[in-house]
């Protein structure tokens, strides 16, 4: 749903979303809502700036989301206060429903880390300040539960009456891809494909074994989960190629280091997630040096390899069909508003509304879980080793675990994951969060070390969640 329409629900619930961080546009739409007396209230593992600008806020257990949303769809059925049409719009409202029906409630709320009479003030909330639009967090399927927190949070979205009032569905983003040109070329059907996260694991056994690698602009040395394996990986690999714009940790470990344009040195199109605006960006001044832009240099490297690919003249076709493209306005300078198709308003919509749940996951003994969260410095730790990112490696720990081992702030503290990997962080004490819970900044220095190249439920990818042991190191 647009954006804008936020500021005239009645409510907004953001779903760990720090968009005070991450998506600064929403601010202006949730002032708006305030401004005309709505409320907007956070659901957290932490207290987030984004949750300490809301109105309401409760804490939750990391992954917990999905059993919340879980326990208040049930709210609803049982107490008929779900959206009278919602069935006509579902794919499976029968499989859904008995689902929904063989959950125990009070085992959802354990799950969800909530008392009761936490969830009841949510369920309240909900229906006073109906339609409230739901916000969830962008990144959930890194987690250890993977997108199933999403699918349960876009069927409350669902049962809240979202097809009959877009407002009370999901703001979540937009079909970039949509306003791509079609049949500029034609995909090659001889392609070996690797899972986002098992890729270091499945190219070190691939038959024929790979021999060739290039990496553009990408950091999987520092962003991809079980960066050991990703090292061993890159370096099973006869030749590797990496175009950067820094010196980064996977640049590092390959064979020849090539320097690739910034945006400012680019022509290209770009959208963004939360709002419907596309931007063409024009080249501001000539790539510096041998830098190249990624259709440059893909452009030279087919024509060197006798390949019948005219990368210049595709980007060429590409750039006047999206200019001409009818569904963008002009409405300034080189910015183009799409009127995208708002899924709860088109007719042909049907929801697929979730049959399982993710199965519940133990804490180790005498670990924590370790959430990684994004920054207002940077997004997903892509470029934190870049030179003007480099951050020391925090750690922040709740309070009364911290006084049980006589750790303070600033303490060293080595930091080692059930998988065996260990590096050092400096304490920081958050009064915010449960017993069982820490949390650090995405791309921190080794801390995808930590992490397990593993594939959560559904389209998951946990990059970012680990068990932890916390061991104080004496100081020298």
Known sequence: MPPEDISTAGGALLWGRNSSHTQPQLTPCLEALRRDGGETACVEVRLSATAARCDRFWRIAPGGDWALAAWLCRRLVEEEKDSSGWR???????????????????????????????????????????????IPAYGAQRYLHGDMQFRWI???????????????????????????????????????RFGVTTW?????????????????????????????????????????????????????????????????????????????????????????????????????????????????????????????????????????LWDEPCYWRLPASRALLPEAAPRPLKIPAGCLRLVTVHSDLYINGQNVDAPAKCLEAVINLPENFCLARGIAEGDRLNVASVNGAEIIMRAALDRTLAADTAWAMQGLPGLNALTAAQEAPGRGAPYAECFVKIEKLLSM
């Open 154 to 192: 876009f069927a409350l979205a669902v049962l809240c009456g979202g097809f009959s009032d877009a407002r009370a569905g999901l703001s979540f983003s937009k079909d970039e891809g949509a306003v791509f040109p079609e049949g500029l070329f034609e995909a090659s059907s001889n392609v070996r």
């Open 88 to 134: 006509a719009r579902a794919v499976n409202p029968g499989a859904f429903l008995n689902t929904l029906a063989g959950m125990d409630k009070e085992r959802l709320l354990i799950q969800a880390g909530l008392s009761e009479d936490a969830a009841e003030e949510i369920y309240r909330w909900l229906l006073a300040h109906a339609p409230a639009t739901h």
């Open 200 to 336: 270091p694991a499945e190219l070190m056994r691939a038959e024929p074994p790979v021999r060739v690698l290039n990496i553009y602009c990408a950091n999987p040395a520092q962003q991809s989960p079980d960066t050991r394996l990703v090292e061993a990986a890159i370096g099973s690999v006869d030749f590797k190629v990496c175009s950067e714009v820094f010196m980064t940790r996977t640049a590092e470990l390959c064979d020849l280091v090539l320097p690739a344009s910034i945006f400012l040195e680019e022509e290209d199109w770009i959208g963004g997630y939360g709002h419907s605006y596309v931007s063409h960006n024009e080249r501001v001044a000539a790539p510096r040096g041998e830098c190249r832009s990624d259709w440059e240099a893909y452009g030279a490297l087919a024509r060197r390899l006798g390949l019948d690919l005219d990368m210049e003249a595709l980007f060429s076709r590409m750039n006047m069909a999206v200019a001409a493209d009818k569904r963008l306005r002009e409405v300034s300078k080189n910015l183009y």
